[in-house]
């Protein structure tokens, strides 16, 4: 018997685990509607198992096509308790062929429809928009290739990522969000973008499907952009005013932040009536010592609701989790920027797999107590080194 509060205790909670099988059988029931891009002749291995592979490689911390076979072959008995690989594990040159030729749209629409099952209800939920650059995804054999740039949707409260769309680069962004807010139902949801997605054409569409929205500003939007710096610098503010400040202190550092918030703004509306259900206009300032230097950073947002400063201020917060909770986690714990998976659709489906693992990663971690405090690389490796950890990891939504 495990001493109790250690993770051998943890470890014999796990026995208690869904059943393989059952997994396997959910795992196919969210992504079994994939077409299979390979020719009937000659198929040894079933689309779903060479799916299943790569998505435990991605959980386990393998970093290249020939790391997933090696895992796979390795463990072929583990591996069969979840599918048949009647034909032993799928060659690296399987999977590169699979990715390559996999379309990545259907595979993005079949990872939207697997989160619906996980976060069906998107009521009250703060969803972070942002674009990531994977530089290592440029194909040196290709003279037109470009470094794949994808555009996602986080939801900042359940800590997944909820989908992603493709863009050739960061000045497209303007064109792959209108397509990544189709594929979600944003009703009574506050979404949050950076400035590049300050158009009103995207607010507009963010309201037409039931949610609000949080946008920063700056100068892309030069003639609203200048009124709203005016007004707040005016001494007599031209609105009902909401101010919140606090303060953040560690790692040698000592941040204030101060938000200020004016509302009952139809004055604003009446200049740019584009942008005319604009409720709210928002100062942020923060300051931050460190190390004997102090920085000022100024930031201004519109808002289609009237917020009070403290909730405008921790939603702008919560934003910026998407950098650290998703981008940075991909490069430092994935190794997304020096992936060398660079040819035709391979990138582009390789980020949803990472994304999938991601978010059974961060479900295993919020669903246990005892994995709070593990970091992402330290599961990962906890996956590869105990069957029933995987095991856990994959039950978080196949099961």
């Not at 995987?390 to 099961?399: D, K, T």
Request: proline fraction near 4%; charged fraction near 25%; glycine fraction near 6%.
């Amino acid at each position: 018997m495990a001493k109790k509060g250690t993770f051998g205790e943890f470890f014999e909670n796990l026995l208690e685990s869904p059943p393989e099988n059952e997994i396997a059988d959910s795992f196919v029931d969210a992504f079994g509607d994939l077409a299979d891009p390979r020719g009937t002749r000659n198929r040894l291995y079933p689309l779903h198992e060479i799916l299943f592979a790569a998505l435990v490689g991605a959980l386990i911390g393998a970093e290249s096509w020939t790391d997933v076979e090696i895992f796979a072959h390795t463990h072929l008995e583990l591996m069969r308790k979840y599918f048949p690989y009647k034909n032993g594990a799928p060659s690296d040159d399987t999977f590169r062929r699979v990715f390559r030729a996999l379309d990545p749209n259907v595979f993005q629409e079949m990872f939207r429809r697997w989160i619906i099952s996980v976060l069906p209800q998107l009521e009250s939920c703060l969803i972070a928009i942002d674009g990531k650059t994977s530089r290592g995804s440029v194909d040196n054999d290709a003279p037109d290739s470009r470094a794949l740039h994808m555009v996602s949707a986080y939801a900042t409260e359940a800590n997944i990522v909820l989908a992603q769309e493709k863009v050739a680069g960061k000045s497209n962004e303007i064109r792959a969000i209108p397509k990544l807010i189709d594929w979600l139902d944003l009703k009574g949801a506050t979404v949050t973008i950076d400035a590049m997605g300050c158009q009103y054409e995207i607010a507009n569409k963010i309201l037409d499907k039931g949610g609000q929205y949080i946008l920063a500003l700056k100068g892309n939007q030069e003639s609203i952009h200048d009124d709203v710096i005016l007004a707040f610098r005016s001494e007599n503010m031209p609105g009902s005013i909401s101010i919140c400040e606090d303060f953040d202190k560690g790692h040698g550092r000592i941040e204030t932040r101060k938000c200020t918030v004016l509302t009952n703004i139809e004055w604003l509306g009446e200049l740019h009536p584009k942008w005319k259900p604009i409720k709210a206009i928002v100062h942020l300032e923060s300051i931050r010592e460190m190390r004997g230097k102090t920085t000022n950073e100024t930031r201004y947002y519109v808002a289609s609701k009237e917020y009070v400063a403290k909730e405008m201020l921790k939603m702008i917060r919560s934003h910026w989790s998407i950098e650290n909770s998703v981008h940075w986690i991909l490069d430092m714990s994935f190794g997304e920027d020096q992936s060398r998976i660079r040819k035709e659709n391979a990138p582009q489906n390789m980020a949803i797999i990472r994304h999938m693992a991601l978010n059974l990663l961060k479900m295993t971690k919020k669903n246990n107590d005892k994995l709070k405090r593990v970091s992402i690389k330290g599961l990962r490796k906890m996956a590869g080194w105990n069957p029933s950890i995987l095991n856990c990891i994959l039950s978080q939504n196949f099961s």
